[in-house]
């Protein structure tokens, strides 16, 4: 999971290995790293093999901005994926 500036976007990538029973990837943003809304759902490929993914989120206006990916499996399970952050420059 990637995440980088560009001008007042902000680029969200990410590759899976292989999806078995995977149903959705919710983006999720935070300005203060504790409390995280989600703001985009993408139905995930669910098939084997690499499966490359990429949103663009418009920058809001804060020192720094946090992402996660909660990646939900088809029985309602879910894990998180490292927090990133994005500083204004």
Known sequence: ???SRKLSEILLN??????VN????EVQRSSD???FETIKI?????KSG????????NAISADE???RLKMVDLDGT???SDVKVVRST
């Open 42 to 46: 993408v139905e995930a490929a669910n």
């Open 33 to 35: 790293g504790n409390s």
């Open 22 to 25: 995977t149903k959705e990837f």
């Open 78 to 80: 879910f894990s998180y």
């Open 14 to 19: 990410w590759t899976t290995e292989s999806e």
């Open 1 to 3: 999971f990637n995440v």
């Open 50 to 57: 690499k499966n490359s993914y990429s949103e663009i989120d």
């Open 65 to 67: 901005i946090y992402y």
